[in-house]
T-cell receptor
Framework: QKEVEQDPGPLSVPEGAIVSLNCTYS??????FMWYRQYSRKGPELLMY????GNKEDGRFTAQVDKSSKYISLFIRDSQPSDSATYLC??????????FGQGTRLTINP | DTGVSQDPRHKITKRGQNVTFRCDPI?????LYWYRQTLGQGPEFLTY????????KSRLLSDRFSAERPKGSFSTLEIQRTEQGDSAMYLC?????????????????FGPGTRLTVL
């Protein structure tokens, strides 16, 4: 079992829709969870990170962690074509090493 | 722009050749990481440095791979006797250490990557 599991998609939604992206993880020892966005042929860029359980909101993006079910979610409101990218969830392991999920490829259709 | 830079952006080589990649981190960052990403997968950790010290290496980093960070600034990743299975995007990231009591964590900033194709 991979430490971080993520549905690779692809996921295609119309512009303006609410997008829900999800990951599960297998080890409860970790407290920081990240969401990165990666455009084609670019390096990942950090969207936001959360500590422990709960929600964190930043503009149209909300990150949610449920430690009891080991579930990580990213919600995108009012999705835009420019949000089309691969979204990677990750957790911090050990000395700040990131462990990534497979990534979900998202397309927002105008 | 003072982001993470990597050179070259693309490298095509023949099996058995040696290749070297360079990463220049954000100037004030003391931590530097190398990851490898294959098509359709998330990045996988290879190794990391704090200043000039290499503190952790993944089992993915075979004997053919070596990384250095002389003087704690830029870093190089060398692959000797390349194999077709080495074809991937090699990503570098950097961060600065935050105090343990700050309630925060390092933010790793990634470079654009070096795409390696081994023929």
């Amino acid at each position: 079992q991979k430490e971080v599991e993520q549905d690779p998609g692809p996921l295609s939604v119309p512009e303006g829709a609410i997008v829900s992206l999800n990951c599960t993880y297998s080890n409860s020892a970790f407290q920081y969870f990240m969401w990165y966005r990666q455009y084609s042929r670019k390096g990942p860029e950090l969207l936001m990170y959360t500590y422990s359980s709960g929600n964190k909101e930043d503009g149209r993006f909300t990150a949610q962690v449920d430690k009891s079910s080991k579930y990580i979610s990213l919600f995108i409101r009012d999705s835009q074509p420019s949000d089309s990218a691969t979204y990677l969830c990750a957790k911090i392991q050990g000395a700040q090493k990131l462990v990534f999920g497979q990534g979900t490829r998202l397309t927002i259709n105008p | 722009d003072t982001g993470v830079s990597q050179d070259p952006r693309h490298k095509i080589t023949k099996r058995g050749q040696n290749v070297t990649f360079r990463c220049d981190p954000i100037s004030e960052h003391n931590r530097l990481y190398w990851y490898r990403q294959t098509l359709g997968q998330g990045p996988e950790f290879l190794t990391y440095f704090q200043n000039e010290a290499q503190l952790e290496k993944s089992r993915l980093l075979s004997d053919r791979f070596s990384a250095e960070r002389p003087k704690g600034s830029f870093s190089t990743l060398e692959i000797q006797r390349t194999e077709q299975g080495d074809s991937a995007m090699y990503l570098c990231a950097s961060s600065s250490t935050v105090p343990a009591h700050s309630g925060s964590t390092d933010t790793q900033y990634f470079g654009p990557g070096t795409r390696l194709t081994v023929l």
